[in-house]
């Protein structure tokens, strides 16, 4: 039998219990003391008011999905059934969204995919991953072009549907870029893609209403979505890719957009119109400021600008300190040794091991720069020289960082295309290498013949013009493939191909790549 306990035990007992209910009590009032300060700070903001001390941040630093791109009901009403565990669910989605990839679950992929939009709307890699699945993995499960057409589009639909929730991202509009440009425009049915995509009224119609038939090439909407992308960052938004391959997307555009017309079979002014929009990009890529990993923008069409620049800062200081730079190198040149110098009398091709170690050491041992010089300058013209000197170095180094990130992008290349395909020679040489392959298909041999030989004189002045395009391989395997088939044709007709033949440095380029 329970009994309530006297004496000196109840009274300890009494005060334990009134202590509990002391701290019941302080706890209880603490929480509504915290719970003031956090009413206000999370105060939502409304029509009337600015909100919270969070609301108001949330607003300022575009933390919200309101400052981030349209709110969709059903994402939020999940992330808010998720009870704090959002992160949890998201984990366990990806896991089952990389194990429908690895077995090639589509539908399964693209539900779980789904779900995952809704829980991390802002989240890049989601759109990404979903609409590559759509346009690259699905179409290509189905067997009629028409299908595979409409799923390339469900691709970019969802894109679309993620740059709305995501209106400060870029990259969705480079991808949707990429999508119509390559996917439609690249692919095996790339014909009647192209063809299809011009046709979809539904399509331009939700896309740009103010689209007219001729701006509808594929190449072209490419081109503009990533014309759209350069303003966003032009207007300072963060760009979390490479900016000079992002930057150079809107040029490679106009270029597939000439080549595709000139592959249809369209020429004449219409070509030439298609080249003039991809000079016009490429100088626009030219002339953009595109930051560097050495923490210097750079404009890639700078760098003869600032060679003749360091040119001129070099003559400057010959004059400032005439044959002191001269005078260096055969010091240097003097001190190298009998093994060295019998070193670099061999041609690079003939050096053993021992000999281009010495080789390269003593190459290293003559190298001499303006600083060199510099540094055992008279003390009355250090200080001038020295000023002259540090131009010259940054003119030089700019360069070489130009010329780096040039290199990545074939930049020269690029610009020698776009400023050959707009002449007349080249137009020319385009248009008589399609007619002969035309008439050869049609097995109207002489023709086609007389229109091959036409195109080789063409492409002569073509190369004859740009020293780039003359020792490009690619170039040179292009105009390879064509007297491949002329050759054939020749053997056709019985007649000996051609000696000497118009192009034949062209040919030994093309071999010497084998």
Known sequence: MNTVPTGADGRATRRVWLGLRRETLFFLVGIVVLLVPLSLLSQPADSESAGGLLARMRRERGLSQANLGEIDPTGETMRFATLGLKNIAVTLLWDRANHYKKVEDWANLSATLEQLTKLQPNFYSVWDFQAHNLSYNTSVEFDDYRDRYAWVIKGIEFLRQGFALNAFEPRLLGRMGWFIGHKIGKSDEKKQFRDLFVADDDFHERDDPRRTLPERDNWLVSRSKYRQAQQLVDAGVPLRTTALIFHSEPMMSAINYARALEEDGIFGSAARRAWEIAGDEMRRFAA??????????????????????ADRLAEELEAVLPGRYAALQAERRAALTPEQEAALAVPVMNRDESQMALANEAERMQEVTWKDVVRGAPSDLRDRAWDLVMEEVEARETAEII?????????????????????????????????????????????????????FAAWREVFDASQILREDRLTADDIAEIVGRYRGLLEQLDEPFPSPFILEDVLSHAASAE
């Open 288 to 309: 953009r400021e595109i930051p560097t990993t050495w923490k210097v923008p750079i404009r890639l069409g700078l760098e003869e600008a600032e060679r003749t620049r």
């Open 403 to 455: 010329d780096r990130y040039r290199s990545i992008v074939n930049f020269e290349f690029w610009r020698a295309t776009c400023e050959a395909e707009v002449t007349e020679p080249a137009l020319r040489a385009r248009e008589l290498s399609w007619q002969a392959d035309r008439e050869l298909a049609a097995a109207r041999l002489q023709a086609a013949r007389r229109c091959y030989e036409e195109a």
